[in-house]
């Protein structure tokens, strides 16, 4: 079972930028599509970012398409995600995910989430 591990939460004010990782164990993280979630408090788990498993393709979702990036270094079995000029509404618990294709967004695995704080 893979395993994923988030990191590089924190706090931030507007307009700062932040570098979340996520890095997998138990498993080839080339065998994977990789997407990233975001929940914000009192709100649905909602869809971020994927990248393609030979990071040939990436999509976003629109409220983050020109602010964040996504990234892999298979040979770190770790993804990224790039969040610059970030708002106070990009303010949520961050997770990544296995899975199990890249157009589907379908969830093999999560993991245990970073928490992103951005003040005005």
């Known amino acids: 079972q893979v395993q994923l591990v988030e990191s590089g939460g924190g706090l931030a004010q507007a307009g700062d930028s932040l570098r979340l990782s996520c890095a997998v164990s138990?498993?080839?993280?080339?065998?994977?599509?990789v997407g990233w979630f975001r929940q914000a408090p009192g709100k649905e788990r909602e869809f971020v970012a994927a990248?393609?498993?030979?990071?040939?393709?990436?999509h976003y979702a629109d409220s983050v398409k020109g602010r964040f990036t996504i990234s892999r270094d298979n040979a770190k079995n770790t993804v990224y995600l790039q969040m610059n000029s970030l708002k106070p509404e990009d303010t949520a618990l961050y997770y990544c995910?296995?899975?199990?294709?890249?157009?589907?967004?379908?969830?093999?695995?999560w993991g245990q989430g970073t928490q992103v704080t951005v003040s005005a």
């Open positions: 138990g498993g080839r993280l080339m065998a994977y599509a």
């Open positions: 995910a296995a899975l199990f294709d890249f157009n589907s967004n379908a969830v093999r695995s």
């Open positions: 990248v393609s498993r030979n990071d040939a393709h990436t």
